[in-house]
């Protein structure tokens, strides 16, 4: 299955993804549209250094998700595709934030005027089925692969450097 | 490929260059997509070293710059600068002519006489310089200094501000955006947008608005006014346009970029009989020498030369394999053009010293001896034919035939010598109003289709079309610009065109002449005791692109004129700075911009606004 991989080194931190992100979720889903809804849409994913490094930081779609199991809503579930996600699933997120308490790298955040949770929901994927931050990526730091294949290419960058 | 352009020549070199392994700037523009948002809406600052900084559109990161800069303050700054470029552009260009007049009245420059004395007459005394019993030399002296002096003046505002209506002076005197000197708005332009000067975003579009009108009013005057003055003032005159014609058998020249100062005398000196015998040596049966973008509009408007076509076919005229050299002087000159003539025998040959291409020959022009550089240029051309490669060449057979050269005085002349038939004619409402359709190409939209969609509406509509630059030249390739193309129009524009025997289109030049374009709309406002933001009038930039016609667009809005751009400007990055420029420099200007990307939309925009225009003067609308 693919996942959102990242190349730590590519990463210039010029937030492309968190504003296609953004745009992803808004409703008219063009930029020019999107500035100026109410309200504001949110990004899912967020780019922070670490000094040396830049990283963008988003749902991880875990195997053995925390948020699925703290949430006490039922509202937190894994779809059919591997997707994470607190919409459509059998309760309604009731904004409790157990799942941002869990969450081992705070990429759930809240929608304070709802009170519910606000995550990657991959709610943005075009035809090929990229997701808008890895479409929006000018680096190449973001790429949906299946994690066998990014392991490859990590492997054959150690080795030419070894 | 087809939706990359309306225009065939366009399509079938598309094909090709495909076909070579070339890549042109649509291929290159795919590989920007998706491009930065922030660079869209205007909201990244580069402006200090603390930054770059970037305010979070969405409300979700930084609302300010490290400064404390907020988005209007970065989007009024950026949209500021890029005027300041944009006149600076203009000014600099008319700044290297008014340079060439001086030359030539010193006497250091003879191939550039005065051709047309009556206009320099008309400008020295609308200067206040003394004409009676003086030599042509000695008033080109004088115009030229005082003309210069334009550029640093310290007389408190420029002089060409007095073509306007003394109700429009009276609305930039009490703005405080009368222009004072056209380099000293530049100059402002830049000091108040670095760190920590001015940061409210109104007065800072006030300064761009200053700028560009001494851009519109003085910059740009100064480079068609004197133009005319050295290389004769436009008068309707037949060609024709598009890559087809590029003539197979002959060595083919073209000129490429805004100056008509070398591009003139290489007209002439491709006509010297040596060269075209040393063309016949080599097997060419003649010198063909084609213009684009507006030096070809120049020498085009002048000498009737060919047009090989617009800005985004720059690139393809060299894919046809047929052109031996390509001359460029300076502005819109993609440097990919060494790239692509790699692909081709094509010489890239640059000649301004404000502008080198890696790549390219660098053969300096040289006022002071004009026509031996030239001829240097042209025997480049000559010998280079040998190297064309049959096989790799292909011309499209597209070229139509136009009617271009409606100088001012072109039209007054074509009008009987006065405004009044014009006048009549709107005022009958034979002619609803008139509308500039100006501005570059922009492969983010589809080549020449807004253009030719928004001036077909407008004319069905009996919208009388004032065009330059490329959209002049989009017109051209469509028909547009003959007399013929009235059968389109509205029953009252038709007839009007038909009488005067004259195109629904006219094409005023180059993207300078714009110039020309305001000072009619000045001369009709005065006739007719009213303000230019009275006037049944609107501007349109339906595919531009450069910083230039940011800065046009400005000074269009600022003389009174409703503008619409067909492409999105980064300002939508702040509200506030947006509304300014869409609403609410109606109630301080008299005019807003607006933005509209589906040409038939953008047209009937404008055929509203021009029936508000004619209804407040008490006119059918």
């Avoid at chain 2, 700028?211 to 008068?235: C, K, M, N, R, Y």
């Avoid at chain 2, 973008?293 to 076919?313: D, K, S, W, Y």
């Avoid at chain 2, 390219?360 to 000559?382: G, Y």
Wanted: net charge negative.
């Amino acid at each position: 299955m693919k996942e959102i991989m990242v190349n730590i080194e590519r990463c210039l931190s010029c937030h492309s993804c968190e504003l296609a992100c953004a745009v992803a979720h808004s409703s008219g889903k063009t930029l020019f549209s999107a500035v100026s809804e109410t309200p504001k849409p949110l990004k899912r994913i967020f780019v922070h250094s670490s000094g040396t490094k830049n990283v963008p930081v988003s749902c991880r779609h875990c195997e053995e998700a925390p948020c699925i199991d703290a949430c006490i809503a039922g509202a937190m579930h894994r779809t059919a595709d591997g997707t994470v996600t607190n919409e459509g699933g059998s309760g309604v997120c009731t904004g409790c934030w157990m799942c941002v308490m869990v969450c081992p790298y705070g990429v759930i955040r809240s929608r304070q005027t709802a009170r519910v949770a606000v995550k990657c929901d991959r709610n943005c994927l075009n035809r090929e089925g990229v997701p808008a931050c890895v479409q929006a990526c000018p680096t190449g730091a973001l790429q949906f692969i299946e994690v066998d294949e990014f392991s490859i290419q990590k492997r054959k960058n150690f080795v030419a450097v070894f | 490929m087809s939706e990359k352009s309306i225009d065939q020549a366009t399509l079938k070199m598309l094909s090709k260059a495909k076909a070579d392994n070339v890549s042109l700037a649509w291929d290159r523009l795919a590989a920007q997509e998706p491009q930065c948002g922030f660079g869209q809406l205007g909201v990244c600052c580069r402006n200090c070293n603390m930054g770059p900084c970037r305010v979070d559109p969405f409300g979700d990161g930084p609302s300010e710059g490290v400064c404390g800069a907020t988005a209007d303050t970065i989007v009024a700054r950026n949209l500021v600068r890029a005027i300041a470029a944009g006149a600076a552009s203009h000014s600099d260009h008319g700044r290297g002519i008014a340079s060439t007049l001086y030359a030539s009245a010193k006497g250091h420059a003879p191939d550039y006489p005065v051709k047309d004395e009556v206009k320099l007459k008309a400008l020295a005394k609308e200067f206040g310089i003394a004409v009676e019993d003086r030599t042509s030399q000695e008033i080109a002296l004088e115009v030229a200094e005082t003309v210069l002096d334009e550029f640093g003046t310290r007389k408190g505002s420029l002089q060409f501000v007095n073509r306007v209506p003394l109700k429009r002076k009276e609305i930039w005197d009490k703005l405080g955006i009368t222009p004072r000197g056209i380099d000293r708005e530049v100059v402002e332009c830049m000091h108040r947008t670095h760190i920590g000067v001015d940061n409210d975003y109104v007065s800072l579009i006030l300064q761009g608005m200053r700028t560009a009108l001494s851009d519109g009013w003085g910059g740009s005057i100064v480079a068609t006014e004197i133009s005319d003055i050295l290389f004769g003032t436009p008068q309707p005159i037949k060609g024709s346009c598009n890559l087809g014609v590029l003539q197979a058998d002959q060595v083919n020249i073209i000129l490429h970029g805004h100056e008509p100062t070398l591009s003139d005398i290489l007209v002439h000196a491709a006509r010297a009989p040596e060269l075209l015998a040393a063309a016949k040596e080599k097997g060419a049966s003649g010198i063909n020498v084609c213009g684009m973008c507006c030096t070809g509009n120049e020498i085009l408007m002048r000498h009737g030369v060919p047009l090989a076509g617009n800005f985004l076919q720059q690139e393809l005229a060299i894919v046809t394999g047929a052109v031996e050299a390509m001359v460029v002087d300076i502005q819109c000159i993609m440097p990919s053009l060494p790239q692509v003539a790699a692909c081709y025998h094509t010489k890239v040959i640059s000649t301004s010293p404000k502008a080198k291409f890696p790549g390219a020959e660098h053969i300096p022009f040289d006022e002071h001896n004009a026509m031996e550089v030239a001829e240097k240029i042209v025997l480049a051309a000559v010998e280079n034919f040998s190297n064309r490669r049959p096989e790799r060449v292909n011309i499209p057979s597209d070229r139509m035939d136009y009617m271009a050269g409606f100088s001012v005085e072109a039209i007054l002349s074509a009008l009987g010598g006065s405004l009044d038939p014009l006048l009549n004619a709107i005022k009958s409402g034979a002619i609803k109003g008139i509308v500039g359709v100006v501005g570059c190409n922009n492969p983010k939209y589809k080549h020449d289709q807004s253009h030719i969609n928004f001036v077909n509406e407008l004319i069905k509509n009996n919208v009388l079309v004032v065009a330059t630059g490329c959209a002049a030249i989009a017109c051209g390739k469509y028909g547009l610009l003959l007399p013929e193309a009235a059968k389109n129009a509205g029953d009252g524009l038709r007839a009007v065109c038909e009488a005067l025997k004259i195109p629904p289109v006219l094409h005023m030049g180059s993207c300078v002449d714009i110039s020309r374009i305001m000072t009619v709309a000045a001369a009709i406002a005065n006739a007719l005791g009213v303000d230019i933001s009275d006037l049944p009038l609107a501007g349109a930039a339906p595919e531009w692109m450069s910083e230039k016609a940011v800065s046009i667009g400005t000074y269009v809005v600022s003389s009174g004129i409703f503008t619409i751009l067909g492409t999105v400007p980064p300002v939508l990055g702040s509200k506030n700075v947006a509304e300014l420029l869409t609403s609410g420099a109606e109630g301080v200007v008299g005019a807003v911009f607006a933005v509209e990307e589906d040409p038939v939309a953008a047209a009937d925009l404008a055929v509203k606004h021009i029936e508000k225009k004619r209804l407040a003067l008490g006119l059918e609308p």
